[in-house]
């Protein structure tokens, strides 16, 4: 029996590693391999009182890492409806290549940091669009982006999907990942813009049919949503360390206060008047697929552990190649062509707190690898698919122009985490 979930857990990985392809969500292929992992797994077992239990405990560790990004995804949706973001937007003036280049790519690693990747690559590629006409000049601008978002996400608790279930699972504590990570971060980002920014010369040319778009909020609407936000994601490691208990209580509460203000705000409008800013709003149009995908793989990686396959998957890595930081590197690279959020589940259920305790060099290192080895190819990341969408940019065309240097810098990152761990212990 445990062949044959391993069999339906490796197809359906395949088929939402080819959702592109077959043009299915990979949303709907992760249901149907979670769901039918435990079902096989509970008609091969005697005992169907421990299956249950089994299921019952780790729904309780998933649905915290679920509501934390329901709440998360929905408070920055707010902020883009109020054109909170318009604040960070405004205040980029300059048109030379170079300089531009370095500020974009800080704005997204530190961004990144504070929001997600995701909704950061979604902001940056929006502003690239307001003012660089060239094609293949906003490209590089966006593969670039991509790097530096993902290198600003995984040194954040709430940066990367990644390092959140590692912060939630208890392997790392927010203080420790950001003053471990954050110069590892630095190096995958600045690397390759190093290298890259070296040929970026003249200035860009804004679309010449571009028409700055009429706001509908009052700038104090904005500030207020804009603050009221960023604080309330800020708000969640205080809550964690103070209260004890779990980041998702803390996102939840900033969550409630923020619709609270907001229904303050547009107080005596009926719905219509609302329109894309109230909170109803925002609720249906997060990215509800992207939850269900988390809950249908994280739910099949739990079945795997359950059954004790990972435990045996992680005695043959120390079998087979022995050294930690080597295993890694390569669920890094390995994280470009498959999702990283399996891996990183799968590895929290492949080595335990006893083996290597909250705050090992193993879990940091981790973060770092799952959240950066992404940005070697533009399917290897959710920022890297979303820039994908929105720019149509071409498989190969970042091979080609990108996947070097990110590789590059990931390395180098790497490097830098492993001297500066040897070092600082």
């Known amino acids: 029996m445990s062949l044959l979930i391993v ?26 391999t979670g769901v039918l992992c435990w079902t096989l797994y509970i008609l091969g077992e005697p005992n ?27 408070i920055v949706e707010l902020i883009d409806a109020h054109d909170g973001f318009e604040i960070v937007t405004e205040r980029i003036q300059t048109t030379d290549k170079r300089r531009l280049l370095w500020l974009i790519c800080t704005i997204a690693f530190f961004m990144s940091a504070l929001l997600d990747n995701l909704t950061t690559t979604i902001v940056m590629v929006s502003l690239l669009r307001k003012i660089i006409a060239d094609r293949e000049e ?11 978002a993902n290198a600003g996400g995984a040194w954040s608790p709430m940066g990367d999907v990644t390092t959140t279930m ?10 420790s990942i950001v003053k471990m990570l954050i110069i590892p971060s630095l190096a995958c980002m600045i690397v390759p813009l190093l290298i890259i ?21 009052t700038a104090r609407e904005r500030n207020s949503v804009f603050a009221i936000g960023l604080g309330a994601l800020l708000f969640v490691p205080v809550f964690k360390t103070v209260t004890h208990l779990p980041p998702f209580m803390g996102m939840l509460l900033g969550l409630g206060v923020m619709w609270i203000v907001t229904e303050l705000i547009h107080n005596g409008k009926d719905e219509v008047e609302k329109g894309t800013r109230s909170v109803i709003h925002a609720l249906r149009k997060i990215d509800s697929p992207s939850i269900l995908f988390f809950l249908g793989i994280l739910v099949a990686v739990a079945a795997l552990q359950s059954l004790g396959l990972l435990g045996n998957l992680a005695a043959w890595l120390d079998r087979t190649i022995g050294n930690i930081t080597i295993v890694v590197i390569l669920i890094g690279f390995l994280s470009a062509i498959v999702d990283n959020v399996p891996l990183v589940a799968a590895a929290q259920g492949m080595y335990t707190l006893e083996q290597f305790p909250t705050d090992h060099y193993f879990w940091e290192f981790l973060a770092y690898c799952a959240g950066t080895g992404g940005s070697a190819l533009i399917i290897g990341s959710a920022a890297g698919v979303a820039a994908m969408g929105m720019e149509h940019i071409n498989f190969f065309w970042y091979v080609r122009r990108i996947t070097f240097w990110a590789v590059i810098g990931y390395l180098a990152g790497a490097l830098v985490f492993v001297l500066q761990y040897a070092l600082l212990h």
């Open 197 to 217: 920014s070296r040929g970026a010369k003249g200035k860009v040319k804004p679309p010449a049919d571009v028409v700055t778009h009429g706001l509908t909020t």
């Open 138 to 148: 906003r490209l590089l601008f966006i593969g670039l982006v991509v790097v530096a």
């Open 7 to 32: 069999i339906v857990f490796v197809l359906g990985y395949a088929a939402i590693t080819l959702e592109h392809s077959l043009k299915i969500n990979k949303a709907a292929f992760a249901l149907v």
């Open 166 to 175: 590692l912060w939630i699972g208890g392997q790392v504590t927010a203080l």
């Open 48 to 74: 169907k009182e421990i299956v249950s239990h089994h299921l019952t405990e780790h729904m309780g560790e998933i649905s915290e890492i679920l509501f934390f990004l329901l709440g998360a995804m929905v």
